[in-house]
């Protein structure tokens, strides 16, 4: 799944164009390198964003199929 298809299915960012934009001006980073919107996410990948001043990091811990409104947790804050 695509870097800005699982921050809006995670519910990360509410929509997928912001995901794709903050992707575009290298504010998505996995694994220490700024990433496109078309990066393919793994388990294990650690994901930095960062908001303004703030940075948030977590780890992928599951891709989901489909979407839906009953999500398991597919990340953990770190």
């Known amino acids: 799944m695509r870097i800005d298809k699982f921050l809006k299915v995670a519910r990360i960012i509410k929509r997928r164009t912001i995901a794709n934009e903050m992707a575009d001006m ?45 999500m398991p947790e597919m990340i953990k804050l770190l």
């Open 26 to 70: 290298g504010r998505v980073i996995v694994n220490g390198k700024q990433v496109k919107p078309s990066y393919e996410v793994k388990i294990g990948d650690i994901v930095e964003l960062k908001f303004g001043e703030k940075i948030s990091k977590f780890e992928i811990i599951e891709i989901p199929k489909v979407q839906g409104k009953n």
